[in-house]
């Protein structure tokens, strides 16, 4: 081999290793989920050293109320101050899939048109004229899928969406059992990698994210699903509380320092399910109230990441973590989210 080829050949193999080590530039950003629109400083210190320019803003629920047949707005977002117009604002509405065993196309349709003003009006309210996304967020179902899909498609052809892209969530089950859950019809969807366990069940189990349950949904079958995705994770906490083994719900009244004082709550060794030692007025519990702590770590952030990866051979996605709020962003570092982005 002359000098000449053995050169070009070295430089070509240099080259490949440049282009091959060199990690892709995930743009990152954050849903938010409460009522009240309203900044606060460390939740954008953490935007800014991210530099997470888009929000995933939650405008209202669909859903009947007290027995109603006509679905309708739920606590829908107000605004305490506008949002940064530096922030590219998706709005997002979330719709309860049942309401769909209600209507007919007709009513679809009249839906449709009320949603699109709706929004329009309250991204105004946020401080911005346009958006150029608008994400449905719906756990649709076998019975209700077909007219879920009909619900995406004809928002498509309003032409106050024509610059608009229309996205749609999917959670696991709907990716491992494509057949039966069929294929929303846009052109790119957001996984959301948690709330995949039971929750209701009594035990030690994590029903927001574990290993197990995203190996038999998506192993194998995450790569081959059809549609771009980007990745929903999950930074957020909460404590499931549970009376004689039967769930009674989520408390929102007790937080890790009530945990930690041991003549309220006695922890089972080696778990995080945590014995009230006396009745606890603040939070409507019991004393034998038994409250089951679930969070996420960096490490299975990492470890999910890592997964995700692979399963998706290196496709570009946004990352986008489940929620922005002071009290939930104030559990990460700034380098623990890098890494966890870097995962991927």
């Known amino acids: 081999m002359s000098p000449k080829v053995k050169r070009l050949l070295f430089i070509s193999v240099n080259i490949i290793l440049l282009f091959s080590c060199q990690k892709k530039e995930h743009a990152v950003g954050f849903y938010y989920w409460k009522t009240i629109y309203k900044t606060d400083t460390l939740s954008q210190e953490v935007v800014q050293k991210l530099k997470s320019n888009t929000l995933f803003l939650r405008i209202m629920d669909i859903d009947f109320k007290d027995g109603g047949v006509e ?62 996304e608008l994400q449905i967020d ?64 009594f035990g030690d189990h994590n029903s927001i994210l574990n290993q197990k349950d995203l190996d038999t949904y998506l192993s194998g079958s995450l790569k081959n699903y059809p549609l771009a995705l980007d990745i929903a994770l999950p930074l957020f906490d909460w404590y499931v509380a549970f009376r004689d083994h039967e769930y009674i719900g989520i408390s929102k009244y007790i937080d890790r320092s009530d945990l930690d004082d041991k003549s309220i709550f006695t922890q089972n060794p080696k778990t995080q399910l945590f014995l009230l030692n006396q009745n606890l007025e603040k939070a409507n519990l019991k004393k034998g109230d038994v409250i089951r702590h679930e969070f996420v770590t960096k490490e299975q952030l990492i470890l999910t ?33 890098q890494e966890i982005i870097a995962a991927f």
């Open 138 to 201: 719906c756990d649709w179902t076998k019975t209700s899928r077909d007219k879920f899909f009909y619900l995406l498609a004809f928002l498509q052809t309003m032409p106050e969406l024509s610059q608009v892209v229309l996205t749609s969530t999917v959670r696991l089950h709907q990716i491992k059992n494509i057949k039966t859950s069929g294929i929303p019809p846009v052109k790119r969807a957001t996984l959301m990698c948690y709330n995949m366990g039971n929750l209701r069940q």
């Open 305 to 337: 990441a890592k997964f995700l990866n692979k399963e998706l051979q290196g496709k570009e996605n946004r990352i986008i973590f489940y929620h922005l709020a002071p009290e939930i962003v104030s559990q990460y570092t700034y380098a623990d989210l």
């Open 71 to 132: 679905p309708i707005p739920i606590s829908p977002i107000s605004f305490e101050q506008k949002v940064d117009k530096n922030q590219q604002l998706v709005p997002v509405v979330f719709i309860n899939q049942k309401i769909f065993t209600e209507l007919d196309s007709l009513q679809i349709r009249g839906l449709a048109h009320k949603i699109v003003p709706f929004v329009t009006e309250k991204i105004k309210q946020g401080g911005h004229d346009l958006f150029q």
